[in-house]
């Protein structure tokens, strides 16, 4: 059974400070990692994916990776008050394009105190 | 940008009534998902579709079936509605090879009375 482990939450952290928003994930053949944001009442948004052990990059955020100790996380530096959501850590099995589902976590809900 | 759109926002069905749920993607992905998703239990994926007239079972297909006549169309049915199917039903779609994304629709979200 793949699992994939969150924090619930809430997370609360000052606006411009860094949310740091951590994932486990049980199968060790998992490849592809994503992390997904989801507003109230809203569907997931895809906003991170990476593939690789070490760190991705990309505007306010960055992923992280490490394979060897199956978890996977999300930075978010300079946090606003629009980053308030619940973010879904999401794995698949496998590169053929996640054809057979993502394997979601249930989430963190990240409050941005202003 | 990838275009995943569903067929109602919200829905309120009645016990025992066969309920079609619609979605339809405009970017030819190849795969196609039905996910629900209910507070406590996250997002959990019911049927995927590879292909034309292919179809797989996810994690709780139970009470569901799904129909792909088209590329571009992904169907989920409940056959005979029932309270527990009274939930948030995301649709899904990507390409396939390599390291790819799935996207979501915009959600329908289902009561059932």
């Known amino acids: 059974q793949k699992e994939v482990e969150q924090n619930s939450g809430p997370l609360s952290v000052p606006e411009g400070a860094i949310a740091s928003l951590n994932c486990t994930y049980s199968d060790r053949g998992s490849q592809s990692f994503f992390w997904y944001r989801q507003y109230s009442g809203k569907s997931p948004e895809l906003i991170m994916f990476i593939y690789s052990n070490g760190d991705k990059e990309d505007g306010r955020f960055t992923a992280q990776l490490n394979k060897a100790s199956q978890y996977v996380s999300l930075l978010i530096r300079d946090s606003q008050p629009s980053d308030s959501a619940t973010y879904l850590c999401?794995?698949?099995?496998?590169?053929?394009?996640?054809?057979?589902?993502?394997?979601f976590g249930k989430g963190t809900h990240l409050i941005i105190q202003p | 940008d990838v275009k995943v759109t569903q067929s109602s926002r919200y829905l309120v069905k009645r016990t025992g009534e066969k309920v079609f749920l619609e979605c339809v993607q405009d970017m030819d992905h190849e795969n196609m998902f039905w996910y629900r998703q209910d507070p406590g239990l996250g997002l959990r994926l019911i049927y995927f579709s590879y292909d034309v007239k292919m179809k797989e079972k996810g994690d709780i297909p139970e009470g569901y079936s799904v129909s792909r006549e088209k590329k571009e169309r992904f169907s989920l049915i409940l056959e005979s509605a029932s309270t527990n199917q009274t939930s948030m039903y995301l649709c899904?779609?990507?390409?396939?090879?390599?390291?790819?994304?799935?996207?979501f629709g915009p959600g329908t979200r289902l009561t059932v009375t």
């Open positions: 999401a794995v698949t099995l496998g590169s053929g394009g996640g054809a057979d589902g993502l394997t």
């Open positions: 899904a779609s990507s390409l396939t090879g390599g390291h790819v994304m799935q996207y």
